[in-house]
């Protein structure tokens, strides 16, 4: 049984337009929510946070908005870059524990 | 160096032998997470420790998997009796104190179990 889910494995956008990843968690005991990027034969690299206590985290081109009620996360990126083409996973952190818990990932290809 | 950094960045083993993998975190850093990633999955957490001792082993899949951090800086994960499930990528992190809203992760370990 997941507890953060990404149901989009891909997604494709084209240069200069927005992406719009998402993000279903199950587990209302997470209190912060995380964004990372992921390029081949690199480890995760940090993008974005968001603390369950708010519902939106703004930072230049990356936007997360959190929907507790939906437990539902989503990444926003505008304008996309072709330099964003990665693999972007959604973490959420029991706070007891600091462990992350990750989704399977969303690979975003921006086209030029 | 400024990262996390493994050695090694790749381990080819055959089943049934032992392996080390090496962590060293960002200087200064108190916590250190291993985390280990299958294809086509997310990282899944093993261990977290804070300073030398485990904080957190739950993620840890049987008693053939074994962390140390000895000095509260590099940590090795050990794992025995290898099987060919355990073949991944390894990654490790780590993170400045014992609420870390972020952690900072290395390149990993691919482990190939033959």
């Known amino acids: 049984d997941q507890q953060v889910k990404q149901n989009s494995p891909s997604l494709s956008v084209q240069e200069g337009r927005i992406s719009i990843l998402n993000c279903d968690y199950t587990?209302?005991?997470?209190?912060?929510f995380l964004w990372y990027k992921k390029y081949p034969a690199e480890g995760p690299t940090f993008l974005i946070s968001i603390s369950s206590i708010k519902d939106k985290n703004e930072d230049g081109r990356f936007t997360v908005f959190l929907n507790k009620s939906a437990k539902h996360l989503s990444l926003h990126i505008v304008p996309s870059q072709p330099g964003d083409s990665a693999v972007y996973f959604c973490?959420?952190?029991?706070?007891?524990?600091?462990?992350?818990?990750f989704g399977t990932g969303t690979l975003l290809a921006v086209q030029p | 160096g400024a990262g996390v950094s493994q050695t090694p960045s790749n381990k080819v083993t055959e089943k049934g032998k032992y392996v080390e993998l090496r962590c060293d975190p960002i200087?200064?850093?108190?916590?250190l997470y291993w985390y280990r990633q299958s294809l086509g999955q997310g990282p899944e957490f093993l261990i977290y420790f804070q300073g030398t001792g485990a904080a957190d082993d739950s993620g840890l899949p049987n008693d053939r998997f074994f962390a140390v951090r000895p000095e509260g800086s590099v940590s090795t994960l050990k794992i025995q009796r290898t099987e060919r499930g355990d073949s991944a990528v390894y990654l490790c992190?780590?993170?400045?104190?014992?609420?870390?809203?972020?952690?900072?992760f290395g390149p990993g370990t691919r482990l190939t179990v033959l």
């Open positions: 587990n209302s005991m997470f209190d912060y």
């Open positions: 200087s200064g850093h108190t916590a």
């Open positions: 992190a780590s993170g400045p104190g014992s609420s870390d809203n972020e952690q900072f």
């Open positions: 973490a959420a952190r029991m706070g007891a524990t600091n462990k992350l818990i």
